[in-house]
């Protein structure tokens, strides 16, 4: 049985009115791509990105995990038969 993701860790910004969004960085292959890791390897790769963008922006970025999974849809990629209903 493969691995479950628990628990994401997101690099957030926070604006002057307490606002917080989902920081995001702009690659040439990909379009923007959000500030989300699920393992340590891909968190420690955009903790530089995450550093450059405070300095760029004067701004603090905080590094928040969430940890209680709810799955709430499962989407299959399987085709339907002809006896069942599309809504």
């Not at 002057?16 to 791509?33: L, P, R, V």
């Not at 390897?41 to 450059?52: G, T, V």
């Not at 989407?75 to 006896?83: A, D, L, M, R």
């Given at each position: 049985m493969g691995n479950k993701i628990n628990s994401v860790y997101v690099f957030i910004s926070e604006d002057?009115?307490?606002?917080?969004?989902?920081?995001?960085?702009?690659?040439?292959?990909?379009?923007?791509?959000p500030m989300v890791a699920a393992n340590k390897?891909?968190?420690?790769?955009?903790?530089?990105?995450?550093?450059?963008l405070a300095t760029v922006q004067k701004s603090k970025i905080k590094l928040i995990e969430?940890?209680?999974?709810?799955?709430?849809e499962v989407?299959?990629?399987?085709?339907?038969?002809?006896?069942q209903r599309h809504h």
């Open positions: 002057k009115d307490g606002d917080e969004g989902i920081c995001a960085f702009h690659t040439a292959s990909f379009g923007w791509m390897e891909i968190l420690e790769s955009l903790r530089p990105i995450a550093k450059d969430l940890n209680r999974r709810t799955d709430l989407i299959s990629g399987e085709t339907t038969s002809k006896n």
